[in-house]
């Protein structure tokens, strides 16, 4: 299947992000790529985020015909405004109840909203986010509810027919990567599971079996759990 209109991915460099990367490149015949600076600790994912395209786009002719330019905004004034540990020199923790400190309130609200401006001004209409409710992180903005109010408050406000597409809402981490392996093989889940970033700490030691990072993270673990029910 493909679609006549054009997409442009949130891509983080991290494994959803480019499994939706993916996902774009397999029914859009125009992708782009939009990734925001907010002052993240994991700030290696800027660096990855050149090579993982590179390769993506290396991986087959069609990607690379689809594949357009990427754009990387400044939101450090956004970041800086958080208290939230993904943007401060504090430790990370999980609470029992209620959202790990990782949280940054509105940072979903605020990417789709930049997203959603550079999308009109590069002439596409649809959005693709790898925002999820069942990877069990509590976020408020990655519920498909939120999503659905943004889009329509971006098609009011924008006065756009701006689409919102998240292909992992309701997907495992485990079947987040089986969709990667639908989407381009074997290679995509190689090329993901070696260079693409997802740890908070901004760690890439390893390599272990589900790729770098520090491994005891939120997100480590939350990848690293994945990756064993994928390969189960
Ligand atoms: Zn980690």
């Known amino acids: 299947m493909t679609d006549s209109a054009g997409a442009l991915v ?20 125009r992708v782009e790529t939009i990734g925001f600076d907010y002052g993240q600790r994991h700030r ?13 786009a290396a ?8 594949l ?4 990387v905004v400044d939101l450090t004034g956004f970041g800086a405004i958080s208290p939230s540990a993904l943007t401060r020199s504090v430790a990370i ?16 609200l605020v990417f789709l909203s930049v997203a959603a401006a550079h999308a009109h001004a590069r002439g596409l209409n649809v959005l693709v986010g790898g925002m999820c409710e069942t990877d069990a992180s ?30 992992l809402m309701q997907l495992t981490k485990a079947q987040t990567w089986s969709l990667a392996q639908v989407c ?34 939120p997100s480590c673990q939350l990848r690293a759990a994945g990756w064993q029910a994928f390969m189960a």
Not at 11 to 20: L, P
Not at 143 to 167: F, H, K, N, Q, Y
């Open 68 to 71: 357009g330019p990427d754009k």
């Open 59 to 66: 991986l087959t002719p069609r990607w690379a015909a689809r």
């Open 93 to 108: 923790q999980s609470p029992v109840a209620g959202p790990p400190n990782t949280f940054v309130p509105g940072r979903n």
């Open 184 to 217: 381009g093989g074997l290679a995509l889940v190689e090329l993901i599971r070696t260079e693409t970033h997802t740890c908070y700490e901004g760690d890439r030691s390893g390599p272990h079996p589900w790729g770098y990072g520090c491994g005891k993270c």
């Open 44 to 56: 290696v994912e800027l660096l990855q985020r050149p090579i993982v395209l590179g390769r993506m």
């Open 138 to 167: 509590g976020y408020a903005d990655c519920r498909r509810a939120t999503i659905e109010a943004m889009e329509a408050a971006l098609r009011l406000g924008m006065d756009s027919d701006v689409r919102i597409e998240t292909p």
């Open 10 to 29: 949130l891509f983080s460099a991290g494994q959803d992000s480019a499994t939706c990367l993916a996902w774009a490149l397999e029914r859009f015949t």
